[in-house]
């Protein structure tokens, strides 16, 4: 991010790239989709701009839009006639969170984008109407088209597989039995508990559409009996969360949702708590981050939220769930921060003693 004080020119250089953003975006996107990129890549410095779409089945055109779109976007530099991908172009092509965000971003947010105005006026996502006629995106998750899905889950999981493994040791130190696992979705960390202690027990909340996917993959997986379901509509304050559960486990579930929204779900948890459950919070916090590119990205993703999820929920700051957390009659007992290799921070919660 730019903190320097810029001079008027380079200023109204940085507006016309907001200007043109979204075009440059799908230039670059087709550079790697059609192969181009990954092309002058194997060619470690030696592909001949002029040449290369003899070799790519496309014209001499299409290579030099495409090829003077990257080099003003630094993904490749032109020197003597002859391309190379620079270290932004190397990320385009082989940076996993680069992949996720971009395919995130073209198939999920680009078309939607175009209603954030609208969205932000109405506090709904008008967006999403290029999906389907859904009040949010969680409703219509089951019947997105298998390629927007796909880029929906690689987005979602991203940004918390890398947390899983250090998630369960602390989960786990307590020992539970019976694990809750609200906003489960497709049961990717029921099951991972499930492998992580045989000997506990996981029930799925979630909304009917996510459950239906859930059962399927606990099917193939064996683990029905093991894991069980409990369709519910979590803002509806008549549903409640039944009793009984060890741990309460939400991660990045609370960001899908405005302030007033978490407030009757963490309330929610606190009717279905006692002195010995523990809830456990895992988020990707704004200001909790240790690189600029973390904190950039959910920013955006915050937009996203705006125009395609929702339209009313955010990427929180941790003062924020904390804050929201104590309002509920809960309190935060320990802060784990970052934990493993990832962008998330852990927040164990438990009523308040009195």
């Known amino acids: 991010?730019?903190?320097?004080?810029?001079?008027?020119?380079d200023a109204k250089f940085e507006a016309q790239k907001i200007a043109f953003s979204p075009i440059f975006f799908q230039a670059i996107l087709a550079m790697r989709d059609l192969g181009v990129l990954q092309y002058i890549y194997a060619k470690r410095g030696n592909a001949i701009v002029a040449d290369i779409y003899k070799e790519m089945n496309l014209t001499k055109y299409a290579i030099e839009v495409m090829v003077e779109a990257a080099t003003v976007m630094n993904v490749v530099e032109v020197e003597n006639g002859k391309a190379k991908?620079?270290?932004v172009g190397y990320y385009m092509l082989k940076d996993e969170m680069t992949r996720v965000n971009v395919n995130f971003i073209n198939d999920v947010c680009y078309d939607g984008a175009k209603f954030l105005k609208e969205s932000l006026a109405e506090e709904k996502p008008v967006g999403l109407k290029v999906f389907g006629d859904w009040q949010t995106v969680y409703q219509g998750l089951a019947h997105l088209t298998p390629s927007v899905r796909k880029s929906w889950l690689e987005f979602d999981h991203f940004y918390s597989q890398d947390a899983f493994d250090e998630a369960?040791?602390?989960?786990?130190?307590?020992?539970?039995?019976?694990?809750?696992?609200?906003?489960?979705?497709?049961g990717k960390w029921a099951f991972k508990c499930c492998e992580f202690d045989e000997n506990v027990n996981v029930k799925i909340l979630d909304l009917p559409g996510q459950i239906a996917m859930a059962k399927i993959n606990t099917e193939e997986k064996g683990l029905i009996g093991r894991i069980d379901f409990h369709p519910i509509n979590i803002l509806d304050a008549s549903q409640k969360i039944p009793k009984g559960a060890s741990v309460i486990w939400m991660s990045q579930f609370l960001d899908c949702f405005s302030e007033k929204e978490i407030s009757l779900i963490l309330n929610n948890c606190a009717q279905a708590s006692d002195e010995n459950?523990?809830?456990?919070?895992?988020?990707?916090f704004i200001d909790n981050q240790e690189f600029p590119a973390a904190e950039f990205s959910l920013v955006g993703t915050s937009l996203y939220f705006t125009c395609i999820a929702n339209g009313n929920s955010k990427m929180y700051k941790i003062s924020?769930?904390?804050?929201?957390?104590?309002?509920?009659?809960?309190?935060?007992c320990h802060v784990f921060p970052?934990?493993?290799?990832?962008?998330?921070?852990?927040?164990?919660?438990r009523l308040k003693k009195d």
């Not at 924020?320 to 935060?332: I, R």
């Open 168 to 186: 369960l040791k602390i989960v786990f130190s307590e020992k539970p039995k019976y694990l809750f696992d609200i906003g489960g979705n497709t």
């Open 338 to 349: 970052l934990i493993g290799d990832s962008y998330h921070t852990i927040l164990k919660c």
């Open 85 to 87: 991908v620079t270290k």
């Open 1 to 9: 991010m730019i903190k320097a004080e810029l001079t008027a020119i």
């Open 277 to 284: 459950t523990f809830i456990y919070i895992m988020e990707p």
């Open 320 to 332: 924020v769930m904390e804050d929201l957390v104590n309002k509920a009659g809960m309190e935060v």
